[in-house]
T-cell receptor, first 113, second 110 residues
Framework: DTEVTQTPKHLVMGMTNKKSLKCEQH?????MYWYKQKAKKPPELMFV???????INESVPSRFSPECPNSSLLNLHLHALQPEDSALYLC????????????FGQGTRLTVV | AQSVTQLGSHVSVSEGALVLLRCNYS??????LFWYVQYPNQGLQLLLK??????LVKGINGFEAEFKKSETSFHLTKPSAHMSDAAEYFC????????FGAGTRLTVKP
């Protein structure tokens, strides 16, 4: 099983809403990632978790709040987003953070209205 | 810091023609390099990876890439393009995190 599952697939939210994106993997991977991808651009790294601890935060605004409840789950809590935050949000996992390939989920298409 | 540069944001080939997508890397240590493909509104799928075991790496869907240290390159090739190869292709390098090139959109003409 090399699957990373993201829910929901699509999300429309208002600027005052609070929502969460969910990511799950059952490959025993100890590194998990959140990426943001705008149209016609490469994925941009947001957060890296290693062994359930936040190891990299790429200066992401505090309206994005990651959480790793256990080794299989990764959440991204959203609050007071702006329209420019509309994008495809990709979750990925890898066996370790160093030098191993990452497996990506299908993404959540987020639209902020 | 490690990085990759993809030359050519858009490549167009005819069906059956050779596909060549270019990627150059910058790294002070032996890099771990990857090629991913992304179809519209989908996630990224791993095509192949270089991990220093062999310089010529074979991947899925008939793609392969050759690591050339002297040229700091890791170009992706496929001998004969198929319509289903039309997609966005990303070269990536990984240390503690995965960093992507700008991407190359491949168009395949019938």
């Amino acid at each position: 099983d090399t699957e990373v599952t993201q829910t929901p697939k699509h999300l429309v939210m208002g600027m005052t809403n609070k929502k969460s994106l969910k990511c799950e993997q059952h490959m025993g991977h100890r590194a998990m990632y959140w990426y943001k991808q705008k149209a016609k651009k490469p994925p941009e790294l947001m957060f890296v978790y290693s062994y359930e601890k936040l190891s990299i935060n790429e200066s992401v605004p505090s309206r994005f709040s990651p959480e790793c409840p256990n080794s299989s789950l990764l959440n991204l809590h959203l609050h007071a987003l702006q329209p420019e935050d509309s994008a495809l949000y990709l979750c990925a996992s890898s066996r370790e953070t160093v030098n191993t390939e990452a497996f990506f989920g299908q993404g959540t298409r987020l639209t902020v209205v | 810091a490690q990085s990759v540069t993809q030359l050519g944001s858009h490549v167009s080939v005819s069906e059956g023609a050779l596909v060549l997508l270019r990627c150059n890397y910058s790294s002070s240590v032996p890099p771990y390099l990857f090629w991913y493909v992304q179809y519209p509104n989908q996630g990224l799928q791993l095509l192949l990876k270089y991990t220093s075991a062999a310089t010529l790496v074979k991947g899925i869907n008939g793609f392969e890439a050759e690591f050339k240290k002297s040229e700091t390159s890791f170009h992706l090739t496929k001998p004969s393009a198929h319509m289903s190869d039309a997609a966005e292709y990303f070269c990536a390098v990984k240390n503690n995190d995965m960093r992507f090139g700008a991407g190359t959109r491949l168009t395949v003409k019938p």
